[in-house]
């Protein structure tokens, strides 16, 4: 499995932006599809957003469309989140997540996990 590690968290004020990286280790980076989820205190995790191998292929959650993006950097094994317009209910843990699964969606698709990365939101 592939070992992955999330950074980029931290505080910022609503309205603001933060971009996380996610890097991955192992040569097969580029064949997996990649997603990014959070959880909240008392919260499930969620899905926000996933990427295909190739990078042509987005999905988002309804809660974070038109504000996160994610991408992906196949050379240097790194998939990102960049989160604009920030509130303060997207305060949460931030993880993400690799799978084989091309078409992966849901928390049961990814195999893989980071430790997540701390995100916190001020009004």
């Known amino acids: 499995q592939v070992q992955l590690v999330e950074s980029g968290g931290g505080l910022v004020q609503a309205g603001g932006s933060l971009r996380l990286s996610c890097a991955a280790s192992?040569?097969?980076?580029?064949?997996?599809?990649m997603g990014w989820f959070r959880q909240a205190p008392g919260k499930e995790r969620e899905f926000l957003a996933t990427?295909?191998?190739?990078?042509?292929?987005?999905n988002y959650a309804d809660s974070v469309k038109g504000r996160f993006t994610i991408s992906r950097d196949n050379a240097r094994n790194t998939v990102y989140l960049q989160m604009n317009s920030l509130k303060p209910e997207d305060t949460a843990v931030y993880y993400c997540?690799?799978?084989?699964?091309?078409?992966?969606?849901?928390?049961?698709?990814?195999?893989?996990w980071g430790q997540g990365t701390q995100v916190t939101v001020s009004s």
């Open positions: 997540a690799a799978s084989y699964k091309i078409a992966a969606m849901i928390i049961g698709d990814f195999g893989s």
């Open positions: 192992g040569r097969t980076f580029m064949t997996y599809t």
């Open positions: 990427i295909n191998w190739r990078g042509d292929n987005t």
